[in-house]
């Protein structure tokens, strides 16, 4: 069978057409496809009868407009699951007032000044794209609607738009967008265009499928390790088979005899000395190369390499991240799980820096009646993204050609810069459909490592990690553990609360959070226990080991207070709203009470018919959003199961519904499997699993046969939504399970006690 | 290296290669089907599922000597024009986020309904287990499953 993109591929002949072509085709898979359903292939012949390139008339950076009237909208963003390519062309189609089925979605180029900053993480992507992709399609309207007053003759105010036609109703006139199009891109962009009310959004609010949907079911070849290009060669790096290794020598004498293999090299990723960025990671700096012509020949050929490796010695690394300079000390000795945990607990008893303290906690927890103490722990997490690590480089001396996943390109570029030796304006990065990222592909290492590979070998390269290679690489969720202490006085009144966390490398607590603000006298204090292990964000980094553990012991302080916990948040909430203590409290303590509210609502939290459930209830604050969930828990084959969850959401305007709701529905599924399952064990610096058969994914008889999602209704400017609900799971299934076992859950994964509790 | 001749959704086609090659790597990196997807190269994420004589199997465990003239489907040859009932129902759920697990998901899935037109949910849940979805599709899945059971 010949595909569309083949066809295509093959009638292409002019060098202009190709070009223009093979960047759209790399970045987005296609061009004319409309993406509204099966019956909607837009003429792909268009393509190669008529010189699109030339054509397009740019509005804004975002919009283009032929003058036969295609209209085209650049996604802006790295688009990794979390559908950003369809939710944010449908923000500027809003404002542009154009036929949503009409419209061709493609993937915008890397250019920060034209599109913006470019960046998938931190659950930023439609909160800051939110007002300029309005401001830009709003100003592209003007634009159009003052081109047609023009030719027309007649006053602006008086030219009004319906779904990309221009009108005139006195003079019966009226036109395409574009028939206006090259008249409207000749004009400056107007600057405080009037934006459209919420109210009379039609486009946003209302759910649109995938624009990528049909490429997705069909297999056409959306991801970077489906890319090909002519003389490419496979690169895969043969790391230390533990932290706190390096290379010492190798021996390549067998690999190079084996077939199709081209080069064995070493190369250092960074020079001696190297400031890093915030996102330039480097776990192993010596890497050790073998390039050949296909990926299974290099996987066969890595098996014949002679490695000697010796350890490290103790170093500093400068990361000059977004806080300034900080030094980072790496340990020598390698490390092993037992020995972590064990050295965790004895930092956890010694003094830790204080990150915030209200009141006078000391005092409070000397008077207390009653005091509640728990530890929670959780282990490290591998991202493991489905589409493995990769990135197409093809480097000369001249310029530099990346194609590949990544959520921030605009911060790999400089380090790219910097270690090639070329100018910024040299460098040509695509973003290709990420299969996965949560977080990982902020990381430039692989970025790096393909260029370099590609320079020294003089061709252009894909750098391939195997699954191993991926999930033994580090960039992990660290190790975590957290005390939380409450005081009571002898009514049973909380009158201090106390949370001490640590972990290797970094400390979980977020100081500012909830409960903070509702306790009179507080203390959140951290530490950290260095490591060699490295560790990079996960879906919600700190905040989804904090409301795992904080919600948790919430639970279990509500019930030794005889409280509902729901209505004990509730009170919290009140007086965090009515007599804030401190300040810098970060959330808003009447969306926070809301979400809590509308999930018992949902969840039918008090009705006797779902008595039959052992249910869990937890709610977090992250990334400017609020999420509430209620997990119900029965047995299955003997084993607590979580069958049915409810969810509530604020996040402000919700705008493409069914794709949110979807993506909540992700998170709980991701949140229950790495509660449950999630984990990676160290012994002598190497991870114990290396492949999905050992590191344990949630699977499809796992997830829940039903997950509702609840949006609070407002008009509040959006925020994030990828990962605010991931945090709270965890808790919400800790405390189901405890209704369901009558045992706490401390540490995750929660698998282990499962067991050993049947 | 020996010649092997392959018939590939519905093409009669040879090639020579190590007989070791795993049928994933052929199709992806020899006959440029890319629609089939490298998860774990171990069996265990059924990302590179594709249909052997009309059953599911992990392509990335299937040496290529063991396929030489068996009637192999990809996802590419699954439908002309991405119109498989099991396709168009993953449309009309709006199943995928990242969509890099979707077409071994949707191969385990038509394999599924060939044999068993109507599924039970346990059925499904058995079915579609050894298919990783890191994003956490699996409800969606279900879902487009009984809607596509339904279609038949
Ligand atoms: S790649 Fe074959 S099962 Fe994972
Ligand atoms: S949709 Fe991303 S792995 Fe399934």
Same mark, same amino acid.
């Given at each position: 069978?010949?595909?569309?993109?083949?066809?295509?591929?093959?009638?292409?002949?002019?060098?202009?057409?190709?070009?223009?072509?093979?960047?759209?085709?790399?970045?987005?898979?296609?061009?004319?496809?409309?993406?509204?359903?099966?019956?909607?292939?837009?003429?792909?012949?268009?393509?190669?009868?008529?010189?699109?390139?030339?054509?397009?008339?740019?509005?804004?950076?975002?919009?283009?407009i032929t003058s036969d009237n295609l209209i085209k909208i650049l996604n802006p963003n790295p688009e990794f699951g979390q559908n950003v390519m369809t939710s944010l062309p449908m923000i500027v189609a809003e404002e542009l007032d154009v036929d949503w089925q009409k419209v061709v979605i493609e993937m915008g180029p890397h250019d920060n000044v034209k599109? =913006?900053?470019?960046?998938?993480?931190? $659950? *930023?992507?439609?909160?800051? +794209?939110?007002?300029?992709?309005?401001? &830009?399609? /709003?100003?592209?309207?003007?634009?159009?609607?003052?081109?047609?007053?023009?030719?027309?003759?007649?006053?602006?105010?008086?030219?009004?738009?319906?779904? =990309?036609?221009?009108?005139?109703?006195? $003079? *019966?006139?009226?036109?395409? +967008?574009?028939?206006?199009?090259?008249? &409207?891109? /000749?004009?400056?962009?107007?600057?405080?265009?009037?934006?459209?009310?919420?109210?009379?959004?039609?486009?946003?609010?209302?759910?649109?499928?995938?624009?990528?949907?049909?490429?997705?079911?069909?297999g056409k070849p959306l991801f970077a390790l489906d890319y090909k290009h002519k003389g490419m060669l496979i690169a895969m790096i043969e790391h230390p088979p533990a932290f706190g290794k390096k290379l010492k020598s190798f021996d390549a004498s067998e690999a190079l005899k084996m077939p199709g293999i081209k080069d064995v090299l070493s190369l250092q990723l960074y020079p001696e000395g190297y400031e890093q960025a915030a996102f330039d990671t480097r776990t192993f700096n010596d890497l050790l190369v073998v390039v050949g012509n296909t990926t299974w020949e290099v996987m066969n050929a890595r098996k014949k390499l002679k490695v000697e490796w010796q350890p490290i010695s103790e170093s500093k690394e400068v990361v000059n991240g977004f806080r300034g300079k900080t030094e980072v000390v790496i340990p020598a000795e390698?490390?092993?799980?037992?020995?972590?945990?064990?050295?965790?607990?004895?930092?956890?008893?010694?003094?830790?820096?204080?990150?915030?303290?209200?009141?006078?906690?000391?005092?409070?927890?000397?008077?207390?009646?009653?005091?509640?103490?728990?530890?929670?722990?959780?282990?490290?997490?591998?991202?493991?993204?489905?589409?493995?690590?990769?990135?197409?480089?093809?480097?000369?001396?001249?310029?530099?050609?990346?194609?590949?996943?990544?959520?921030?390109?605009?911060?790999?570029?400089?380090?790219?810069?910097?270690?090639?030796?070329?100018?910024?304006?040299?460098?040509?990065?695509?973003?290709?459909?990420?299969?996965?990222?949560?977080?990982?592909?902020?990381y430039g290492h692989y970025v790096v490592e393909a260029a370099l590979i590609s320079k020294k070998v003089k061709a252009p390269v894909k750098l391939v990690y195997s699954r191993e290679d991926d999930m033994t690489y580090g960039i992990y969720r660290p190790m975590y553990t957290a005390t939380y202490r409450a005081a009571l006085d002898a009514n049973k009144n909380l009158i201090a609360f106390h949370v001490k966390g640590g972990?290797?490398?970094?400390?979980?607590?977020?100081?500012?959070?909830?409960?903070?603000?509702?306790?009179?006298?507080?203390?959140a204090e951290g530490w950290a226990i260095p490591s060699n292990i490295t560790i990079g964000a996960f879906?919600?980094?700190?905040?989804?080991?904090?409301?795992?553990?904080?919600?948790?012991?919430?639970?279990?302080?509500?019930e030794l207070m005889g409280k509902d916990p729901i209505d004990f948040r509730l009170e919290l909430l009140k007086r965090a709203k009515e007599n804030p203590v401190g300040k810098n409290n970060e959330y808003d303590a009447d969306r926070y009470a809301g979400v809590l509210k509308l999930v018992k609502e949902k969840s039918g939290w008090n009705n006797s018919e779902n008595k039959k459930y052992s249910r869990g209830v937890a709610a977090y604050f992250c990334h400017n959003s609020y999420a509430a969930h209620v997990v119900d828990v029965v047995k299955k084959e003997g084993q607590p199961y979580v069958e049915?969850?409810?969810?509530?959401?604020?996040?402000?305007?919700?705008?493409?519904?069914?794709?949110?709701?979807?993506?909540?529905?992700?998170?709980?599924?991701?949140?229950?499997?790495?509660?449950?399952?999630?984990?990676?064990?160290?012994?002598?610096?190497?991870?114990?699993q290396k492949n999905f058969n050992r590191y344990r994914m949630i699977r499809h008889k796992e997830a829940p046969q039903k997950i509702d999602v609840h949006f609070v209704e407002n008009d509040i400017d959006p925020t994030g939504l990828g990962e605010p609900p991931f945090p709270p799971v965890f808790a919400a299934v800790a405390n189901a399970l405890y209704k369901d076992t009558g045992k706490r859950f401390y540490t995750q994964p929660f698998v282990n006690e499962v067991k050993s509790n049947s | 290296m020996a010649a092997f001749n392959l018939d590939i959704n519905g093409k009669k086609q040879t090639v020579d290669i190590d007989p070791k090659t795993p049928l994933l790597w052929v199709l992806r990196e020899h006959l440029?089907?890319?629609?089939?997807?490298?998860?774990?190269?171990?069996?265990?994420?059924?990302?590179?599922?594709?249909?052997?004589?009309?059953?599911?199997?992990?392509?990335?465990?299937?040496?290529?000597?063991?396929?030489?003239?068996?009637?192999?489907?990809?996802?590419?040859?699954?439908?002309?024009?991405?119109?498989?009932?099991?396709?168009?129902?993953?449309?009309?759920?709006?199943?995928?986020?990242?969509?890099?697990?979707?077409?071994?998901?949707?191969?385990?899935?038509?394999a599924l309904l060939k044999t068993n037109p109507n599924p039970s949910d346990a059925q499904i849940e058995a079915a579609m287990s050894g298919n990783i979805c890191r994003c956490g599709t699996y409800l969606r899945i279900k879902e487009a499953i009984k809607t596509a059971a339904n279609q038949k």
């Open positions: 069978m010949t595909t569309i993109k083949e066809l295509k591929m093959e009638k292409i002949t002019s060098p202009s057409r190709r070009s223009f072509l093979k960047s759209s085709v790399l970045a987005s898979g296609g061009l004319m496809i409309s993406f509204s359903g099966l019956a909607k292939f837009m003429p792909d012949d268009k393509i190669s009868t008529t010189n699109l390139a030339e054509q397009w008339n740019e509005i804004t950076g975002y919009i283009k599109l =913006g900053p470019q960046f998938t993480g931190g $659950s *930023n992507s439609i909160r800051m +794209y939110w007002k300029p992709l309005r401001e &830009a399609g /709003a100003a592209a309207r003007q634009m159009l609607r003052e081109a047609a007053a023009q030719t027309w003759a007649v006053s602006v105010e008086e030219v009004t738009t319906k779904a =990309g036609i221009l009108i005139h109703e006195k $003079s *019966n006139k009226s036109g395409t +967008y574009g028939e206006f199009a090259s008249k &409207a891109a /000749a004009n400056p962009i107007p600057k405080g265009v009037k934006l459209k009310e919420v109210k009379s959004f039609n486009t946003v609010r209302s759910s649109r499928k995938n624009v990528e949907g049909l490429k997705i079911v069909t390698p490390e092993t799980t037992t020995t972590q945990l064990a050295k965790m607990a004895e930092y956890a008893k010694k003094p830790a820096q204080q990150l915030r303290k209200d009141g006078d906690p000391e005092a409070a927890f000397a008077k207390a009646a009653q005091i509640l103490e728990r530890t929670y722990s959780a282990p490290f997490l591998a991202h493991n993204c489905m589409e493995p690590m990769n990135f197409f480089a093809h480097v000369t001396d001249e310029k530099a050609l990346l194609i590949g996943p990544h959520q921030a390109p605009g911060w790999i570029e400089p380090t790219l810069s910097k270690i090639l030796n070329l100018p910024p304006e040299k460098i040509e990065i695509q973003m290709s459909r990420m299969g996965g990222g949560f977080g990982l592909r902020a972990g290797i490398p970094e400390h979980p607590i977020h100081a500012n959070r909830f409960p903070a603000g509702a306790v009179d006298n507080y203390l879906r919600a980094p700190r905040s989804n080991f904090n409301a795992a553990a904080e919600q948790s012991f919430l639970d279990e302080l509500a049915r969850v409810t969810s509530a959401i604020d996040c402000g305007v919700v705008i493409n519904p069914n794709a949110a709701i979807n993506m909540v529905q992700g998170a709980l599924v991701d949140g229950i499997g790495n509660a449950f399952y999630g984990g990676l064990t160290h012994k002598d610096g190497a991870s114990e | 440029n089907l890319i629609g089939t997807k490298y998860g774990c190269g171990v069996a265990q994420c059924g990302a590179c599922t594709v249909h052997l004589e009309g059953s599911a199997v992990r392509s990335c465990s299937l040496p290529v000597s063991a396929v030489a003239n068996k009637k192999i489907t990809t996802i590419e040859g699954l439908s002309a024009n991405g119109d498989h009932p099991v396709q168009k129902a993953w449309l009309e759920h709006d199943v995928a986020q990242c969509g890099y697990c979707q077409t071994g998901q949707i191969m385990t899935a038509a």
